[in-house]
């Protein structure tokens, strides 16, 4: 990953991510846009072009007093007007429908990637995880498919603009004097001078702020993380009457925002101060340098108005880099946060692919079991430092049994408990995980926004019974919910902690998965309530295999088997005594 990363130019990081679009299943779509959009900027131009042609013939015509030549240019106005207006407009339409369509892709594209093989997990376990990567896929894909179709856009438009205006100036210059001396091209090469001039100054004032505006998204986004764990934990932090402190902690983590922002505001008033005079200077440069031949009658007044028009529009050609260096308003990002984007997209994809790799080929050999035994087989397992949390495990779980999983905090129960899940990428070994449903129910169980039916069949979201769903929540002691089975509520807010472990409960009677794996499912109900949870499940689903991690003495009489981690990497198997069981 890291050689991956080290590709730092951006020639090359754009063309990793603009690619695969033109490439995937959208790809007639994408060229047709594309190539619809280069043929109107072309048309664009080419309108530009007729204007100060006309502008040049209209002022000429007003200083000889040519009446029908002016009626005639009067009335071409008009069509030439209505000719860029329709232009214009479907380029619009045309750009707006590329950037939606390539933003729609990149989003699912990435997205299916994030998810799939629990990449998303493995992302954050990673000690070199990408940070941020829910703002990448929402805001960042935004800004780069925009930008990424408006640059191109403008950069084929000035180099055009360039190319054939410059035509026109190098003709114009034809009867233009300088202190009495012809130079052939005047207009043209003193264009060329002032523009690539004013363009290598403006990218050596304004260069620190390609990395300021990478810093300060990365700086936002996390500040952005912090607030939302704040919500999240906002009844904890009530209860502790944390608040004064919780705010100084975010207003530490909002000063590197701050400071980033004054180190951008003062490099950009420098680009500003610079943009400002140079585009100012270019509106009455041309004027001095046609002025003395049009005293002399060299020219008329209408070559002075397409001398102006013709050097404004390779003007703005030239300075394409500088009017798009900074961010002055609205619109889509500058040059500089563009290419922030652009290294942000690059480094996600990289990750991606990196633990795409990773997952084709796992340290820890993951396969379907024929039967619905669970067989583990020398599995070790490490975390990302490479400290050994268990040693060669070997376990058979055959259908029905009923294993509690215990040691001392750190020893590995939850990793083992991930690696059983296929979803842990530290270790060796193999896990022939047993056929039929799957159940796992961690200690804060996940219910998904929307009506709590959804809450109560997720994953499998399979129609169920109202009246059995009515009695199996009376019978896990959340009668009360029954008749808000269609009510959508932000239910992992609604209800306590103890009542999420119910709502799981319930949705593993409901659901009569043939496996059912508990990770501390009980920690946050008390010992009466504990005992009804495995009791009722226990009673409605006395086949189902259940694998507990647990650290109460009360639960071990649902059990037949215990496996016992010594936090050494060390591991016991032993059967449970129902007798000693039920004395505990």
């Known amino acids: 990953m890291d050689a991956d990363l080290a590709r730092t130019g951006f020639f090359y990081r754009l063309r990793y991510l603009v690619g695969p679009f033109f490439r995937s299943e959208r790809?007639?779509?994408?060229?047709?846009?594309?190539?619809?959009?280069?043929?109107?900027?072309?048309?664009?131009?080419?309108?530009?072009?007729?204007?100060?042609?006309?502008?040049?013939?209209?002022?000429?015509?007003?200083?000889?007093?040519?009446?029908?030549?002016?009626?005639?240019?009067?009335?071409?106005?008009?069509?030439?007007?209505?000719?860029?207006?329709?232009?214009?407009?479907?380029?619009?339409?045309?750009?707006?429908?590329?950037?939606?369509?390539?933003?729609?892709?990149?989003?699912?594209?990435?997205?299916?990637?994030?998810?799939?093989?629990?990449?998303?997990?493995?992302?954050?376990?990673d000690a070199t995880k990408v940070d941020n990567p829910d703002q990448r896929i929402s805001d960042d894909v935004d800004f780069f498919s925009g930008q990424t179709v408006n640059l191109p856009i403008n950069a084929l438009q000035s180099a055009v603009t360039i190319v054939s205006f410059g035509f026109m100036l190098w003709g114009l210059s034809r009867n233009l004097r300088m202190f009495g001396v012809y130079i052939p091209g005047m207009l043209f090469w003193f264009n060329l001078v002032y523009a690539f001039g004013g363009t290598y100054l403006m990218l050596l004032i304004g260069r620190p702020l390609f990395f300021l505006n990478n810093i300060q998204q990365r700086a936002v986004?996390?500040?952005?993380?912090?607030?939302?764990?704040?919500?999240?934990?906002?009844?904890?932090?009530?209860?502790?009457?944390?608040?004064?402190?919780?705010?100084?902690?975010?207003?530490?983590?909002?000063?590197?925002?701050?400071?980033i922002f004054y180190q951008r505001i003062r490099r950009t008033i420098m680009v500003n101060l610079f943009s400002f005079s140079y585009s100012g200077a270019s509106g009455i440069l041309p004027f001095l340098l046609v002025l003395p031949s049009y005293l002399?009658?060299?020219?008329?007044?209408?070559?002075?108005?397409?001398?102006?028009?013709?050097?404004?529009?390779?003007?703005?050609?030239?300075?394409?880099?500088?009017?798009?260096?900074?961010?002055?308003?609205?619109g889509y990002l500058s040059i500089t946060e563009w290419r922030a984007v652009i290294d942000r997209l690059y480094t996600l994809e990289v990750s991606l692919r990196h633990h795409e790799t990773d997952a084709a080929a796992p340290q820890i050999e993951y396969a379907a079991n024929p039967t619905s035994a669970l067989d583990i087989d020398n599995l070790s397992l490490t975390v990302p430092d490479n400290r050994c949390l268990i040693a060669n495990l070997n376990l058979h779980v055959a259908p029905g049994d009923r294993v509690l999983i215990s040691g001392p905090t750190g020893s590995g129960k939850s990793t083992l408990i991930r690696a059983i899940a296929g979803i842990w990428p530290f270790g060796a070994g193999s896990v022939r995980t047993p056929a039929g449903r799957v159940l796992f129910i961690p200690q804060r169980p996940y219910l998904p926004n929307g009506a709590l039916i959804q809450s109560l069949t997720f994953p499998y979201n399979q129609p169920l019974d109202p009246t059995r769903v009515a009695a199996v929540l009376t019978s896990v002691g959340l009668g009360r919910l029954a008749t808000k089975l269609d009510t959508a509520e932000p239910w992992d807010r609604e209800l306590s902690p103890g009542e999420q472990q119910r709502i799981a409960f319930a949705r593993c009677i409901l659901l009569e998965p043939d496996v059912i794996i508990l990770d501390e499912a009980t920690s946050a109900l008390d010992e009466d309530y504990e005992a009804l949870m495995y009791q009722t499940l226990t009673t409605a689903l006395p086949r189902a295999t259940i694998i507990s991690v647990g650290h109460r003495s009360t639960i071990v009489k649902y059990h037949t088997r215990r496996l016992r981690l010594t936090g050494d990497s060390a591991w016991h198997d032993e059967a449970i005594n129902p007798i000693q069981a039920a004395a505990d």
Do not use: C
């Open 296 to 330: 002399a009658k060299r020219i008329l007044i209408g070559t002075v108005s397409q001398t102006f028009g013709a050097f404004n529009q390779t003007q703005q050609a030239f300075a394409f880099i500088i009017n798009n260096f900074s961010t002055l308003g609205s």
């Open 27 to 125: 790809k007639k779509t994408a060229w047709f846009l594309a190539i619809v959009n280069v043929v109107l900027t072309l048309l664009v131009v080419a309108a530009n072009y007729a204007i100060v042609v006309w502008n040049g013939s209209f002022y000429n015509a007003m200083q000889k007093y040519d009446v029908n030549r002016l009626w005639f240019l009067g009335f071409l106005f008009f069509g030439i007007v209505a000719v860029i207006t329709l232009i214009s407009t479907v380029q619009q339409y045309t750009i707006q429908k590329l950037q939606i369509e390539w933003r729609g892709w990149l989003t699912n594209h990435l997205l299916g990637r994030w998810m799939r093989n629990q990449t998303h997990y493995r992302m954050q376990i």
């Open 221 to 259: 986004g996390d500040f952005r993380f912090e607030l939302i764990r704040v919500r999240d934990n906002s009844e904890t932090i009530a209860t502790a009457h944390s608040g004064s402190a919780e705010s100084a902690r975010l207003t530490s983590r909002f000063a590197p925002v701050v400071d």
